[in-house]
């Protein structure tokens, strides 16, 4: 089975054409971990669950626990290319062969035990068996959609990560933080180290409950066991200010860490990633990382397609294209500032252009609201089996929206539309799906990493 194959069955099982429910499909994954072999026998490590950040706290604890010297296998979610950018190496993808060669493992047990299983749990399978076939042992794994129905949750990693709760994939997970904290900490179980990041009130509420159920936890949260304070150090990088973060855990005081990715939201992921991988070494899973190797790799993390900002040319046009992951409207909230700071930098007459899509079941006008209303949009499609139309967002949008508004029917025609509005040297604003994120780096012309 080669690379282009396994792109295209796992393209037909994201529409489950066979129709079976997702709880069979979701009980699937520990019978094929066990038909397997366990391959998730030798791992440990962290699960890192929640709404938002999630991502840019697993670049950041890969890039920690390399500096121990310790060998890391990662498995983001979702991926923004290319289905093997899932499975890491201390951070760097695998290859096309090696993904085709873990993923007909996997596929040879689906097919000879005759067990539908969902997308991600082929995707968590695939992972577990090459790190068998790599000899990695420590991984540091991204939950996709809820915490304890997560394909990565079986893998059985003993720390628990919670990075944030907020209102999304709400058809899934429920319609309150109350719901989809119960579905996210779920994911603890019994004698796990917990690492909580910063929760509303209801949602800290409900972790504190389903937590109380638990026996021989440890747990440590935000503005309690953990706490940091950053600042501004140096001149003004090509990413906003140069901040250094000092953070305390109860295992450890860290000074001077390096925060590379853009945001003050970013100071706060660093923080429960330093947690959670002091919680590894106080597993005695890895050995306390040196603070120089720290901050030398910290400082060389990158995540991309968050507030990513590519200098680019589409045609006769070249401008900037910031490319911000952000799929819902706390995620949106968050990043505004900087997307702002953008707007605001680029000395241009004309507004920054914004090009959108998402799913079909997210809140499109809550998406769109922490951004000025004036700014023209270009409204399009992903080929995700779920997108949403072009028609269908544009009858969502807010009726105070004033600015122009015009639809593309995929994602280079899409930027291209965006590039005659912005005008030459503008800034085009790529956001709502990670899907439409990784459909445009491709357009772009840039490589997965």
């Given amino acids: 089975m080669d690379y282009r194959m396994c792109v295209d069955m796992l393209a037909k099982l994201h529409e489950n054409p066979d129709g079976v429910s997702r ?3 979701q009980a699937n994954v520990s019978r094929l971990l066990e038909m397997l072999g366990r391959p998730e026998r030798a791992l440990r490590g962290m699960l890192v669950v929640g709404t938002n950040g999630k991502g840019s706290t697993c670049a950041y604890a890969v890039s920690a626990v390399a500096a121990t010297g310790a060998r890391v296998g990662s498995m983001p979610s979702p991926h923004l290319q290319e289905p093997r950018e899932r499975i890491r190496i201390d951070g760097v993808p695998v290859t096309r062969d090696e993904y085709a060669a873990a993923y007909s493992e996997v596929w040879q047990a689906i097919e000879r035990h005759d067990l539908p299983v969902l997308a991600q749990g082929v995707y968590a399978l695939t992972a577990a068996v090459h ?3 790599a000899g990695v042992e420590l991984t540091v794994a991204e939950a996709g959609i809820g915490g304890r129905r997560a394909a990565a949750a079986e893998l059985g990693l003993d720390v628990k990560v919670v990075t944030g709760i907020g209102l999304d994939h709400t058809r899934l997970l429920g319609t309150s933080l109350t719901q989809i904290a119960e579905a996210k900490v779920a994911v603890a179980r019994d004698g796990d180290h917990v690492v909580l990041g910063r929760l509303d009130p209801e949602a ?9 159920e638990r026996a021989g936890l440890s747990v440590w949260r935000m503005d309690h066991e953990i706490r940091y304070t950053a600042r501004v150090a140096g001149d003004t990088g090509p990413h906003g200010p140069v901040t250094l973060v000092d953070i305390t855990t109860p295992r450890a005081v860290h000074r001077d860490l ?5 945001g003050a939201h970013q100071h706060h992921n660093l923080a429960v990633a330093v947690a959670a991988v002091d919680a590894l070494v106080e597993r005695g899973h890895i ?3 040196d603070g120089d190797r720290l901050r ?5 993390t990158r995540w991309p397609g968050r507030l990513e900002l590519v200098e680019t040319r589409l045609g006769d046009w070249t401008g900037r294209v910031l490319l911000e992951g952000a799929t819902n409207p706390q995620g949106v909230a968050t990043v505004a500032p900087e997307i702002l700071r953008h707007a605001r930098g680029g000395g241009h007459a004309r507004p920054p252009v914004l090009l959108f899509a998402s799913m079909d079941d997210k809140d499109v006008s809550g998406m769109l609201a922490p951004l000025p209303a004036d700014w023209p949009l270009v409204l399009t499609r992903t080929g995700a089996s ?5 028609a269908t967002l544009r009858a969502r949008l807010a009726p105070g929206r004033r600015g122009p508004c015009v639809t593309a029917e995929d994602a280079g025609s899409a930027l291209h539309r965006a590039a005659e ?10 956001f709502g799906s990670l899907r439409l994120v990784g459909e445009s780096r491709t357009a772009l012309g840039l490589q997965p990493a």
Avoid: N, Q, S, Y
């Fill in 421 to 430: 509005l912005a005008g030459p040297d503008g800034l085009i604003v790529v």
């Fill in 204 to 212: 800290a509420t409900t972790a504190a409950r389903v937590l109380k």
């Fill in 131 to 133: 790190f068998r076939r």
């Fill in 287 to 289: 050995h306390e990382p």
């Fill in 386 to 390: 779920r997108a949403a139309e072009p």
């Fill in 296 to 300: 030398a790799r910290l400082a060389a």
């Fill in 258 to 262: 390096p925060c590379p990715l853009p």
């Fill in 23 to 25: 709880p069979v499909r």
